[in-house]
DNA sequence: GACTGTGAAGTAGTTCACAGCT
DNA sequence: AGCTGTGAACTACTTCACAGTC
């Protein structure tokens, strides 16, 4: 609420649930204060971006000792959102959408299954980790009842489009896009896409020009 | 073989699956020719990108005319090495790695499933997605076999520096990293990752700051 | 002495704008 | 006239290096 307003760089943002992964870790180790340099190294960045991107975040750290780990954690969570559940929403039964809606990695780091709907009669009704798959009809009732919700598209690429579109409609802000396609939502309106396949095929261009350095980003 | 030797920068990689994707797509109605505006529209990007990204891999384009889509295929699918299949092993029989291993979108798009392995005696042998589940004392003989291999680790994140630590010592020179860990391995092995978690909560994060403009990053 | 926070310098990526070919 | 290919300008991100604080 008070937090500094200042702007966030996307590449600042796309690390901060890195360095949340890490503070959990390390106040699960009772570990209670934590340096740049450490930092770095468990999340495989040099020390001065671990300070920088900290730094966006406000002065958490004392000059000398090194960060809280609490408190950059609870800092890190507030910065996030991530302070209170955001339940999700599975569009789509397939084998992708069966596996996201069993993977325990959700739930346990604050994203519970609130629900599975899929267009295809035959799989409503089935059941599918914890709940049942619910019909599409259903969608804007059960965004209305678990609000806010993070949509996610588990379907084949090309009715991706169109699901977007009903998640929007339904009151769905934030859509993550398994399916291999492009969506397009309005603004204000969060987005971002996962495709497995286009991942293999950057480790595929990688491997084919692998003869002098850059090969692997070492990230990761 | 002939190649443009010009280094491509990593952004430009990342994008490059996207444009086979669209491509792909393009033969598939018989379109002959594609413009930089149009390829941009279809990528979610702007037509400068585009054409700074195709001229990295050559001179493919006919000025006044765009591009022709089946010769951009091929040279695509050239550049990316994506010419032959990669055949991909999972470590990993859990909810993340049969869903993985049943995914269809990877063998459709040149990436079959060469086998599953994990450590858990209970888990070998049963079948999933085509295949049997086999021991982990497997691996380095299933790489043997199918060279080049992608290895895909599906486990949790604290066995997964060991895993990639065992396919690397199998002779995978490629991993795509599903483990909410670090992993690091040698150069000139190429890893990726992907934290399914991380990117929900980087949609969390960007919920939490919507007030203005750049909430969601517009492609995808 | 140790370690953060940050201006300044350096590097990578994007977009502009137009010359050059068809 | 239409559309590519690309230097040049711009913007974003990273890294350096050191002043400031404990």
Do not use: C
Request: no cysteine; glycine share 8%; aromatic share 6%.
């Amino acid at each position: 609420m008070d937090g500094h307003a200042r702007r966030i760089p996307d590449a600042t943002v796309a690390r901060l649930p890195e360095y949340l992964r890490i503070l959990v870790e390390l106040a699960e180790q009772r570990i209670g204060t934590v340096s740049s340099e450490r930092l770095a190294e468990l999340a495989g960045v040099n020390a001065a971006k671990v300070r920088k991107d900290l730094s966006y975040l406000g002065t958490y750290g004392t000059r000398g000792v090194g960060y809280d780990v609490d408190y950059l954690l609870f800092q890190m969570r507030q910065a996030l959102g991530v302070t209170q559940d955001w339940p999700v929403v599975v569009v789509g039964a397939g084998n992708l959408g069966r596996a996201l809606a069993n993977y325990a990695g959700f739930s346990d780091r604050g994203f519970p299954l609130a629900a599975v709907v899929d267009v295809d009669d035959a799989k409503v009704g089935t059941t599918v980790g914890e709940v049942a798959v619910r019909p599409m009809s259903d969608l804007a009732e059960l965004v209305r009842a678990n609000q806010p919700v993070i949509g996610v598209i588990a379907t084949p690429g090309p009715v991706a489009q169109l699901v977007a579109d009903q998640l929007v409609a339904a009151g769905v802000t934030a859509i993550l896009n398994f399916a291999p396609a492009l969506v397009s939502v309005p603004p204000n309106i969060s987005l971002r896409k996962v495709d497995l396949a286009l991942e293999l095929q950057i480790l595929s261009f990688y491997q084919s020009h692998r003869e002098s350095g850059s090969a692997s980003r070492s990230w990761a």
